[in-house]
Structure formats: structure tokens, C-alpha cells
């Protein structure tokens, strides 16, 4: 029999619906971030599906009796065409163990696994070029020992200011990586340049672009969610191991540090993840109380900060400035700033 796959319409209840319950066989969901995906059928009813989330292909099944007639090949070709028409020519498989050996055997690498989910890539780049590319532009000489941190910083605060100068005193060279995927209120380029004028007197301290492998979608999709599901702890390992065994061995970084956590259990649970895989590869993590605000509003946050945004309706100054430096707040008064307070006011997502 020749297959062939066919596009299931995203806004059609009754198609999307017959794809949930096919996945549910194979203890999968479907995802709200999915923008396209395909099925194959006999006789009228579903065998196969695979959908994809921009660059991040997921949700692929294939039932037991299917296996091995090739139809996999059909899957990936239909969900690549697409790729490349949308100009995309590198992507990631996020999926079960068990499906690993179909996809290197179709030329993708394995980046890294745990016990319930693998990630794998393929097509132009990869993560080895990634930080060869990261250390080249940002002179990071590889020889000498390095701290590392990883922040969100939605937007920067005080608090993320503590910690990363603690970092800049005890450490020779910090390595401060900015969540580079675009799920949060503020846009990346502002975090990202927020980072830097809080940071620029602090000349040991390089500010760089997280990119898709440290808590992106690829590889850690429910830190943006912010919820404890039965994949919490697959996620929060699987980002570990990543930095572990790419960034930490190729740019020796040999320290990690982190807030502590006493609000988000997401990222409690990260943290934990990290320490137990970073001491299995010889990397110390250091935790570091979370600073509190000098007019006893209790521990700085980022959420704090939007929380204040929603409550005032706008900037208030005297508030804000117990949580957030002053080009912080600069910023929150420019034309661009007052469009994401708004959206801020609006808005009642946890990111």
C-alpha cells in the first residue's frame, strides 16, 4: 500500500480531537505551541502523526503495526517541506527513548537523553558549532576556569544584580548567559540589553545569548510554562546534562551558581536537577540567598516587579525602586517600555 500524509487543519475541533485521542495511546499530549501537523491513515483511520512547534518537531507516534513499512520517512519529509518553505534548515526531535534509533538511522544526532525523553538535531549548525561559535565571539578562552549563571531576568532586578556581582567577586571570569527564547513579557533584546547597562561596570562579567540549548523549547518547554507535570523532572535533567557535558567541558566552566528558589517549584526543581548532575561531572553549584528589599517588602523577584506594574497600572517609582536598578526604570519610561507595562497590565501569564 503507498502512504502519503495529509495536513490536519489546526483550527478544525473534530480533526485536531481525533489526533489527541490517538496520541493518548502513547501517553503523549498534544501541545498548545504546535503550528503544524500531519497524520497517515488506513482504511479512514489514523496510523501515524508527527507535528512540529516552529524548529521542534514532537508528538510523533506511529502505531506498533505500522513500524518498520517506512512511513516514518513520509512523516519527516511532509513536516521538512514545510521547514524549509518557512526558511528553516535545522531542527530538533524531541521524543521517547524508543524512538531513537529511527531517527539516527535517518541522520539525526542524538544531543542528549534521560529516562523518558530524547532530544536529538539535524540539518545545517548543531551544538558543537553553537559554542565553538559562542567562543570565537566572545573571546572565551577555554584554558582558564569560569563561573557560569543563566538567567531570565523578565525584566532585571536588584536581585539578579546581587547575584551576578557576588559571582563577579569570588570568580576570575563569569560566563552570564540570558534565556534567549522569546516566551517571556519582555522581548530578548530588552532583557538582554537590560542585562548589560546593569552589568557594564563589571568588567569580568561577559553577558551572552542563551540560544536553543540552555532552557529553550528544545530543551526545557516547561520552565516557560511553568508547571509541574509528569515530564518536570525529564526537562530540568535533560537541560542539566546539556550544559554539563557541551558548555561546561568545552568552555571549562567549572562553577555554576544560582538563587535559591522559595516561590516557582519549576525552577526548584531545575535547581536540583542541576546539582545533582553538575557534582556528578565534577562542577560545584553554589546557591546563593535571594536578596531582600531594603523597605522589608521581602525577597526580590521579577514576578514582584510585573506584579507591581498590574497593581499600579503603570511605573511607580518609589515601589519599583526597592526591586530594580535605576536603567531598569529608565527604561520602563520610554516609549517601548510603557508598550510592555501595558501588555504587562493585560496580561495574567506566570511568564
Avoid at 58 to 74: E, R, V
Avoid at 181 to 199: A, C, I, M, T, W
Avoid at 235 to 244: G, M, Q, R, V
Wanted: glycine share 6%.
Amino acid at each position: 500500500m503507498i502512504y502519503s500524509a495529509e495536513k490536519i487543519h489546526l483550527r478544525n475541533p473534530a480533526e485536531v480531537d481525533e489526533i489527541k485521542k490517538f496520541l493518548e495511546k502513547f501517553q503523549l499530549d498534544f501541545e498548545k505551541n504546535i503550528d503544524y501537523t500531519v497524520a497517515i491513515r488506513e482504511n479512514g483511520q489514523i496510523v501515524a502523526t508527527c507535528s512540529k512547534s516552529r524548529d521542534i518537531l514532537k508528538c510523533f507516534a506511529i502505531d506498533p503495526s505500522m513500524q518498520g513499512t517506512g512511513i516514518t520517512n513520509i512523516l519527516l519529509k511532509s513536516i521538512q517541506d514545510k521547514l524549509f518553505k518557512e526558511g528553516i534548515f535545522h531542527s530538533f526531535i524531541f521524543t521517547k527513548p524508543v524512538y531513537e534509533t529511527i531517527f539516527t538511522s535517518l541522520g539525526y544526532k542524538v544531543v542528549e537523553k534521560v529516562d523518558k525523553v530524547v532530544l536529538l538535531e539535524g540539518g545545517m549548525g548543531g551544538i558543537n558549532k553553537e559554542i565553538k561559535k559562542i567562543a570565537s565571539e566572545f573571546s572565551i578562552d577555554s584554558s582558564k576556569p569560569k563561573t557560569a549563571l543563566v538567567m531570565n531576568c523578565n525584566p532585571f532586578t536588584l536581585g539578579h544584580r546581587y547575584l551576578i556581582e557576588q559571582s563577579s567577586k569570588s570568580s576570575e571570569e563569569v560566563l552570564l548567559f540570558v534565556v534567549e527564547e522569546n516566551k517571556s513579557l519582555f522581548p530578548f533584546k530588552v532583557r538582554y540589553d537590560l542585562v548589560k547597562k546593569g552589568v557594564s561596570d563589571l568588567k569580568n562579567v561577559k553577558v551572552i545569548p542563551g540560544g536553543q540549548y540552555i532552557i529553550s523549547s528544545a530543551t526545557f518547554p516547561a520552565y516557560f510554562l511553568r508547571e509541574a507535570g509528569e515530564f518536570l523532572e525529564a526537562y530540568t535533567t535533560l537541560d542539566a546534562k546539556i550544559f554539563a557535558n557541551y558548555f561546561c567541558k568545552k568552555l571549562n566552566i567549572t562553577k555554576r551558581i544560582v538563587g535559591d528558589e522559595p516561590y516557582c517549584e519549576v525552577t526548584n526543581a531545575y535547581n536540583k536537577a542541576l546539582l545533582k548532575i553538575l557534582e556528578k561531572s565534577g562542577i560545584s553549584l553554589e546557591t546563593v540567598k535571594r536578596k531582600e528589599g531594603e523597605n522589608k517588602t521581602g525577597f526580590i523577584s521579577a514576578s514582584k516587579v510585573r506584579d507591581s506594574l498590574r497593581r499600579n497600572k503603570g511605573v511607580n517609582t518609589e515601589e519599583l525602586s526597592d526591586l530594580i536598578p535605576g536603567t531598569t526604570i529608565e527604561f520602563l519610561l520610554t516609549k517601548e517600555g510603557k508598550e510592555i507595562v501595558e501588555k504587562i497590565i493585560s496580561s495574567h501569564t506566570p511568564h
